[in-house]
């Protein structure tokens, strides 16, 4: 017997059916129940890992308190779960590969040669008992990227089938798939789901769960032809209908009995019902607000929202902290460069310039800060959105002509940000940035100390540029205050002006660290800034 339960989360039929948000409902409803869980995902691409993956190919990239650059899907692990996640919770066949080849080159599997199996897949299942085997979890729920079929998934599937083999009963598999609902016939069809199981067992595994994503009721015929064609009881087809928010998944998840069927298969205790009181309470807030605002998210990226999925999420977070609703208008940064700032700012009540890389949107960025700037529109920036405030405010304030940062320009003659000087010599750029968490000291009577109560803060961070401290009296002489400070290195991570009701700048990505149980402070401080500024304009 295993002292950790092993439950594995596959996809079928098409991608996108929200493993992730299947697998964190799980968990939580798990977690309700007083069991420890925590959560992974392998992903099926060769890269090490997203961070040097374009947001348009991968969305966003989440960071850990470890550093690791990892799928966006541990952003919704830590956000249902309240803790956080750690470089063993991603898992990529880059990094699997990269381990193996390590290890050939090293000498350790002299006289043999290297196969898919059993060496790629004694390395995934290595990786997938990681977490199992610090003894801190009764159960590891691990989501496998992909679709069942996807060529790359295969050493993955056929890990989990040798898994299942060794740990007997302290192993399930739990299958997502799809049931589409034809307009033309008025039917639900069930053979999409048929073959898609059909395709597991060829690959040797058999789901003990189906969860099955539908717009609309499954009849107790449909579930007893899926549980009798796809080898599983009924009472383990699950019902899966579409949401009006994630949030809400957890409780349907609950009404369909998954966390009890899943500890029976198990031969765990489901006696106690989950508790979900706080959830529910935070789901009440979330669709009953006593008010609403709108914010301007201005971003390079907008056309997929997945990019800024973490900011998105902690302004949800915010706005039931505050029972506000929080209507995000997307703002392309680059529309900005060329049209007049204020049309893009009618009907907004507050301004977050979003992070981002390189040059493309950055002047526009720059517009949006300075019109926050001038007319008191409460304004949060993050990492970039905090650099283009300190570019904005050397150019228009302290009118330092073409002041700018050396990612953009390399030959500004103010280069008010600069690359950090542990980045000079660093030339692959892989898993190289200022990444994790690290400490910030913070000036008591700052807007900043008053969000965090607290003089010592860590937070996430993902960058390689930062506040050049050349200009650090300059700045702090005109009235933008450098609020927030490394103990150890001296740069700066908060800004704040002194003559506007809100405008903060973090080098940090504080989004990462949102979750239902604690939403972020400085989100919820922006949000309620936000409010009190729409409810007093002057």
Request: aromatic letters at 8%.
């Amino acid at each position: 017997m295993s002292a950790t339960k092993y439950i594995f989360v596959t996809g079928g039929v098409t991608s996108s059916l929200g493993k992730g948000i299947i697998a964190a409902s799980l968990a939580k409803l798990l977690q309700a129940r007083g069991y420890s869980v925590t959560i992974q995902k392998l992903d099926p691409y060769i890269n090490i890992d997203p961070g040097t993956l374009n947001p348009y190919e991968h969305g966003e990239c989440y960071v850990t308190d470890d550093g690791a650059e990892t799928d966006l899907d541990l952003g919704h692990y830590e956000r249902f779960l309240n803790r956080p996640t750690s470089q063993a919770n991603n898992v990529t066949t880059g990094r699997i590969y990269q381990s193996v080849i390590d290890k050939e080159r090293k000498g350790e599997f002299l006289g043999k040669t290297v196969q898919v199996i059993p060496h790629i897949t004694d390395e995934i299942k290595y990786r997938i008992k990681l977490l199992g085997n610090t003894g801190e979890f009764e159960l590891v729920i691990t989501e496998i990227g992909g679709t069942v079929g996807d060529i790359e998934a295969l050493p993955y599937i056929e890990a989990v089938r040798q898994l299942k083999w060794e740990l007997g009963e302290d192993c399930m598999v739990i299958h997502l798939t799809l049931i589409p609902f034809l307009a033309a016939t008025g039917e639900l069809k069930t053979k999409p789901t048929q073959h898609s199981v059909k395709t597991l067992l060829e690959s040797g595994l058999q789901p003990d769960i189906l969860v099955c994503r539908t717009q609309m009721a499954l009849s107790d015929e449909i579930k007893r032809k899926l549980a009798l064609f796809c080898n599983v009881k009924k009472e383990a087809v699950i019902e899966a209908r579409d949401a009006e928010t994630i949030y809400a998944v957890p409780i349907l998840m609950s009404k369909e009995r998954l966390d009890e069927v899943v500890l029976k298969r198990l031969n765990l205790p489901y006696n106690n019902e989950p508790d979900l009181d706080n959830w529910k309470d935070f789901l009440y807030r979330l669709k009953y607000p006593k008010a609403e605002v709108s914010i301007g998210l201005v971003g390079k990226y907008v056309e997929l929202k997945d990019s800024y999925k973490s900011i998105a999420e902690a302004f949800i977070h915010a706005g039931a902290a505050n029972e506000c609703k929080v209507n995000i208008r997307w703002i392309h940064s680059d529309r900005l460069e060329s049209v007049n700032v204020e049309e893009d700012m009618k009907g907004l009540d507050g301004v977050l310039v979003a992070p981002g890389f390189g040059e493309r949107g950055f002047e526009g960025k720059l517009e949006m800060v300075r019109y926050a700037r001038e007319n008191k529109v409460p304004f949060l920036g993050i990492c970039l959105g905090m650099q283009a405030a300190v570019i904005e405010f050397a150019r228009n304030v302290l009118k330092l002509e073409g002041a700018n940062s050396t990612e953009i320009n390399p030959e500004t003659k103010h280069p008010v940000i600069a690359l950090m000087n542990d980045q000079k010599s660093i030339v692959n750029k892989g898993g190289t940035m200022r990444l994790g968490a690290c400490d910030c000291e913070l000036k008591e009577g700052s807007k900043a100390y008053d969000v965090y109560h607290r003089k010592v803060i860590s937070e996430r961070h993902r960058h390689r540029y930062e506040f050049n401290n050349r200009y650090f009296q300059q700045f702090e002489e005109n009235g933008m205050q450098m609020t927030g400070i490394n103990p150890d290195s001296g740069l700066v991570e908060i800004v704040e002006l002194l003559d506007h009701p809100w405008f903060v700048g973090v080098q940090f990505h504080p989004e990462y660290k949102s979750t239902v149980a604690r939403p972020h402070p400085l989100f919820v401080h922006f949000i309620a800034a936000v409010l009190a500024s729409a409810h007093n304009p002057n």
